[in-house]
């Protein structure tokens, strides 16, 4: 799933040849965000486009050669000169008479020939570690001289060689996103260029590069002719053109502005987009001034303590948990003010209890909805899903940035906020107050059926967070696992990692205890509670709930099937269904005697008064039952590591719970332990009610 989709979309044709654009936002100015080498399409500005679109028109199009664009054949088609008129030809076909082109690598010879050619049209020109010829070629490089040659080997830059492109394609593809991206734990932005490269074909590519771009005279006296402002971005580490690039782009062109990002290599609008966005967002607002605003400050001392809570939207959990503690936390500072920044369906659950939520929410992109894109029957890849989510949580974060730029707080809050928490490790100089990470798990675990190339990305992701805290202990003033150590599994972090259980132990403080914001004290009449609740006594009730997500509805509807099957066996079966914010109640079958509601706002209150719950594997909902002593079945999702491994590790801790396998559970099945579980009174190892206010007290040190 995308952070935003087009507000418009077409097609500029020239010559015969179709190129696909798209427009987001509305306004002056335009941004334009022009094609880099047909090797990718415009996909490649995925985590520019967000921010960038809140603050200008932006309009990108797909690169002759690859993307939704046309292929033509013949080298002839991609001169560096038609990819010029083809932005020529977008611009007029999106009604733009004048825009600030952005071009990377190869897209900073096609925004020269723009900016020298056509004045008039180009308010200013970024330009990313450019593929100008001024700098000449790396050492390592020369060898792709011979492009059109048979070589006697295929090692390391032989393989830019169109006989190996029509040998091993993918190949060469790897091994180019390998040079462009040389920082460490670059994984996805990897994945995601070989994904491109392979929307396109050795052939097409071949004649892309038997044109030739500008030589050095033809880009000098181009650079001569430019008048607009000019920024050069350029990665000190860019082994696919060389840092010297842009800094001899910068000197040609008079006036220009570099910014070289040390450590950076070639596609840093990719690998450090926060940064990137930041200056291209300064180069727009320096070209075309914004309208003034108004801004207000006060003084410290006059200031009331105020609060940013960052409640991950992932669940439902997270924003009960973070009620009772903000609850907490009003008790130990009465005029605390606390300002959530979250999305739905945590918003419900905050209007419901009366919460402030900061406007800037309704600008949040969606991680709910790309969570149940990524959702199939059962089955949710939580890690793949997550790591797919990475333009989703970047546009979030520069959202949260603007925010805080003109807002003050004495603290803001994460919990599982992985934005938040991951980019301010990435560029600690955004940190501008203190900051408390929450969260119920510690590590990301490989599926077996993942094979060792899940085993080693989830290492290498688990490597990285290791890394950052190590470099930059200041960025979380404190870190608290919502739980007790002995609830941490005892795996590794990957090969050559520490154990996890040691090394949150020596990076964390602890609730003790999971907070689920209730005292199971206040339900020990649950006959007085059924009561309340509209339950009689002489009924067995069995609730199904799935949680906040859409991802439970195929459960939800196994257990409705299995309904029949278990009011045989329980005659006295009272079934209520919650079908939860994301799913229509009215798209799930019917029985007779079967209840199916929609989002119940105090449903622990239902699961403490219940004879048996049927729930997914999600680690709030099952603790819930767990702190009243609730029988219940779990099902965790497939392929969702932290339901199959933390989850799991938690609840056989307390002793809690009977783990279903999906898989394994025709209705029949259900409808069975359902009978054989519904009478049945456990005994658990019991919840502390304490733990909501043992984690206010860590946190309010800070405010």
Same mark, same amino acid.
């Given at each position: ?36 080498? =047909?090797?990718?399409?415009? !996909? ?49 076909? +999106? ?71 029509? #040998? ?52 000098? %006296? ?19 053109? &060389? ?10 062109? =008079? ?36 309208? +003034?605003?108004?801004? =207000? ?5 006059? #200031? ?55 406007? %800037? ?14 959702? +199939? ?169 799935? &949680? ?8 939800? !509807? ?54 048996? %719950? ?11 039952? +767990? ?10 999702? !497939? ?39 519904? @009478? ?10 304490? @733990? ?12």
């Amino acid at each position: 799933m995308r952070a935003r989709y087009p507000d418009a979309e077409g097609y500029a044709e020239r010559d015969g040849v179709k190129v696909f654009y798209e427009v987001f936002g509305s306004g002056e100015p335009t941004v334009l965000l022009l094609p880099t080498w =047909s090797i990718v399409h415009s !996909r490649v500005w995925k985590m520019q486009v967000p921010y960038l679109a809140r603050h200008a028109r932006v309009v990108t199009f797909d690169g002759r050669g690859n993307g939704r664009s046309d292929r033509p054949s013949g080298a002839v088609a991609y001169a560096e000169t038609e990819f010029a008129a083809d932005a020529v030809a977008v611009m007029d076909a +999106t009604g733009t008479e004048r825009a600030i082109i952005v071009g990377e690598s190869a897209g900073a010879e096609r925004g020269l020939i723009l900016a020298a050619g056509h004045p008039h049209r180009v308010a200013g020109a970024v330009f990313i570690c450019p593929a100008t010829p001024m700098g000449g070629i790396l050492p390592q490089r020369q060898i792709i001289q011979w492009f059109n040659e048979v070589l006697p080997h295929d090692e390391s830059w032989a393989k830019y060689n169109r006989h190996y492109w029509m #040998r091993d394609y993918r190949g060469f593809l790897e091994f180019f996103f390998e040079n462009a991206f040389t920082e460490p734990h670059s994984t996805k932005q990897r994945e995601d260029a070989v994904g491109w490269g392979l929307e396109t074909t050795p052939e097409t590519l071949i004649d892309t590069e038997i044109t030739r771009g500008l030589s050095e005279e033809q880009a000098l %006296a181009m650079c001569g002719q430019v008048r607009c402002p000019v920024l050069v971005i350029q990665g000190s580490e860019d082994a696919i053109t &060389g840092q010297a690039r842009g800094i001899e782009l910068a000197r040609a062109i =008079s006036g220009s502005e570099l910014a070289l990002l040390e450590g950076s290599g070639h596609l840093p609008q990719a690998r450090d987009p926060v940064k990137v966005n930041l200056l291209i967002r300064e180069f727009v607002d320096r070209v075309h001034p914004p309208a +003034t605003a108004e801004r =207000s400050w006060a003084r410290g001392k006059s #200031r009331r303590r105020r609060v940013l809570y960052i409640s991950s939207p992932i669940g439902l959990g997270h924003a009960r948990r973070d009620v009772a503690i903000a609850d907490e936390l009003r008790k130990l500072h009465p005029d605390l003010e606390i300002d959530w920044l979250a999305q739905s369906p945590v918003t419900r659950m905050l209007e419901d209890k009366g919460e402030r939520i900061h406007p %800037a929410s309704a600008e949040l992109s969606s991680e709910v909805e790309h969570i149940d894109s990524e959702s +199939t029957e059962h089955d949710l890849h939580c890690f793949q899903a997550w790591r797919r989510m990475d333009e989703i949580l970047l546009a979030n974060f520069m959202l949260f940035h603007d925010l805080i730029r003109h807002e003050d707080y004495d603290l803001w809050i994460g919990d599982e906020a992985w934005e938040l928490d991951y980019y301010l490790h990435e560029n600690p100089e955004q940190k501008r107050s203190a900051y408390v990470w929450l969260t119920d798990f510690v590590g990301w675990l490989p599926m077996p059926d993942g094979g060792e190339r899940e085993a080693f990305l989830t290492a290498d992701y688990n490597a990285e967070m290791i890394e950052h805290i190590a470099r930059f202990p200041r960025i979380r003033d404190r870190a608290i696992f919502v739980g007790a150590p002995d609830d941490i599994v005892p795996d590794a972090f990957g090969p050559g990692l520490p154990s996890i259980r040691q090394w949150t132990e020596d990076h964390y403080d602890f609730s003790d205890d999971y907070v689920t914001g209730f005292d199971p004290a206040q339900f020990a009449d649950r006959t007085a509670l059924r009561a309340d609740l509209g339950y009689a006594p002489e009924e067995k009730v069995c609730i199904a709930t799935v &949680g906040g997500s859409g991802v439970g509805g195929h459960l939800l !509807r196994r257990v409705i099937a299995a309904y029949p099957e278990a009011q045989r066996l329980v005659p006295e079966l009272r079934m209520v269904v919650v079908a939860g914010p994301r799913i229509d109640p009215g798209s799930l079958p019917r029985h007779e005697g079967l209840e199916i509601r929609a989002y119940v706002p105090a449903l622990y209150r239902h699961l403490a008064a219940c004879d048996l %719950a049927v729930v997914q594997g999600g680690l709030t909902t099952t603790m819930e039952l +767990t702190a009243n002593g609730r029988p219940f079945l779990y099902f965790p999702l !497939r392929h969702h590591f932290e339901q199959n491994f933390h989850v799991r590790h938690r609840l056989r801790r307390y002793g809690a719970g009977r783990c279903m396998d999906y898989d394994a559970s025709p209705p029949h099945v259900i409808a069975s332990v359902i009978a054989e579980e519904i @009478a049945r009174e456990p005994v658990y190892r019991p919840v502390d009610p304490g @733990a909501a206010a043992r984690t206010a007290s860590l946190i309010a040190e800070l405010i």
